[in-house]
């Protein structure tokens, strides 16, 4: 997979991601030598945070991207970001939201960030622990598409191609742009009467390219575009109108409210009392009142540190492995391995049949070994047996795949991802059949796999490669 820059030019996914972990270890390292203190990889663990939302694949590949920028795998745990804010406020309770700590205490976790809103829910138990009670769920409905449409006003000013051109010649400026809204969306508030929004923009950048390519000056061209009666040049600043500006955030908005009011239809839910907003968008008071004002019956709570909760939770969740914290998780996806079982002409189609030295078999059959919605322990362990189909096999690879849709048969059914192979070595192999027991490890907040000779009771050598296409330059 690739990612483009702000000019169109391209990288490698996995090698951006690893850069910026890369560097953001750096600084962590230069820092605290700043202070005396040396950092040893192999003695430090490295806590990553990602979405609940993201599937395994993109777990897996921020896994290979952290590898990537020097991290040891054995030293790195992943964590969801709205757990790693449970965790947190489980163990430091907010200020309003007290409640929350007690048996039996339902809550949600909102996290919006600046990609994502990401939601959870827990239920306090007895032994101390978190029970997540529906799957996690989320949208790409963060601070950044409120900035899209902060985006798309400049579009209607100068046209889509005046803006690429922009991005080409101005790239720094043109972050800058973006930067000057970022500060202001988060100070505009649901009370201030104020007319007028400022936000800083690179003007002289911006004023260079309209005279060159408008053959206008920047003040001439706002004051003649269609948005002219919502915004005015001031300094180098524009003044966007109050209410014009509030009007970005409604999309986004009503997606966030939309996500929680469908989770509140799930009847593990009902009885809610608390919805914790954290985040680095949760502070905006736009959100907090779109959300406050659709939600009247829940004490809807921002803590004071909600920007910071999920890095100081996932720096708890670090000290203590997370089956310390999250008792139970429910499955977003339905896994399976893709097998290639003996052909049965009542239940596999005719056209998938297939032979292995001489004997009839069925090609890409979808064998799940857990379903979707399923509450898992921490921990759980699902063991399946697979069988050598040649003489002298000297391994299984197991193409696992994922789904959300139910009732799929087959591996090649459009819904059916491959999330990765697992390669399981057979030890001593021979011209007879030979067993093995492959062992999927679910409950905590990635996929493990170990497996298992059946005659001899020896682990394999195992090992789990996600799907390539996220990892190759092509």
């Known amino acids: 997979m690739l990612l483009k820059d702000i000019r169109g030019r391209t990288l490698p996914a996995v090698e951006v991601f690893s850069l910026s972990i890369q560097a953001l270890k750096n600084h962590l390292t230069k820092t605290v030598e700043v202070r005396g203190v040396c950092v040893d990889d192999r003695k430090t663990k490295w806590v990553l945070t990602v979405p609940a939302i993201w599937t395994e694949t993109a777990k897996c590949f921020m896994r290979k991207s952290a590898e990537m920028a020097g991290i040891p795998s054995d030293m790195l745990s992943i964590a969801l970001e709205p757990e790693a804010a449970s965790i947190y406020y489980q163990t430091f309770p907010p200020v309003g939201c007290k409640g929350i700590v007690k048996d039996g205490a339902k809550y949600l976790i909102v996290d919006v960030g600046g990609g994502t809103t990401d939601i959870t829910v827990h239920e306090k138990l007895s032994n101390g622990t978190l029970k997540e009670l529906v799957k996690a769920t989320g949208d790409d409905c963060g601070g950044t598409s409120v900035d899209n449409q902060y985006i798309q006003m400049f579009i209607k000013i100068f046209g889509r191609p005046f803006l690429n051109e922009f991005k080409d010649k ?8 973006i930067r000057g809204f970022e500060a202001t969306k988060r100070t505009i508030e ?20 309209c005279k060159a390519e408008l053959k206008e000056d920047l003040r001439t061209i706002l004051a003649n575009s269609s948005q002219a009666d919502r915004l005015k040049l001031y300094g180098d600043k524009i003044r966007i109108k109050t209410e014009y500006a509030k009007s970005f955030f409604k999309q986004t908005n009503d997606q966030i409210v939309s996500l929680i009011q469908e989770l509140l239809l799930e009847k ?10 954290v985040g680095g968008f949760a502070s905006c008071e736009l959100v907090q009142a779109a959300i406050k004002s659709h939600f009247p019956g829940k004490t809807v709570v921002v803590p004071e540190d909600a920007s910071t909760a999920v890095l100081k939770g996932a720096v708890l969740s670090g000290f203590n492995t997370d089956h310390d914290y999250i008792s139970s998780r429910v499955m977003r996806y339905t896994y399976g391995m893709e097998i290639t079982p ?19 078999y069925c090609n890409k059959v979808f064998s799940p070994f857990i379903m979707s919605n399923t509450s898992v322990n921490a921990g759980k362990e699902i063991c399946k047996r697979y069988t050598t189909t040649q003489q002298f096999q000297n391994s299984h690879n197991l193409p696992i795949f994922f789904t959300e849709k139910e009732g799929v048969n087959y591996t090649d059914d459009e819904t059916c991802i491959k999330l990765g192979t697992v390669y399981v070595g057979i030890m001593t192999p021979t011209e007879y059949l030979r067993h093995v027991d492959v062992k999927f490890h679910f409950g905590g907040t990635e996929l493990n796999v170990t497996a298992e000779d059946e005659e001899s009771g020896k682990q394999c050598k195992t090992s789990f490669e996600i799907q390539d296409f996220l990892l190759t330059k092509k």
């Open 268 to 277: 593990e839910v009902l009885h809610i009392e608390y919805i914790l907003l």
């Open 170 to 177: 101005f790239p720094e400026s043109y972050l800058s742009l």
């Open 190 to 209: 649901t009370s201030r009467e104020s007319v007028y929004e400022n936000v800083a923009i690179p003007f002289a950048a911006l004023d260079e390219l």
């Open 342 to 360: 003996n052909f049965d002409s009542k239940k596999h189609d005719i056209k998938r049949k297939i032979y292995i030295d001489g004997k009839p």
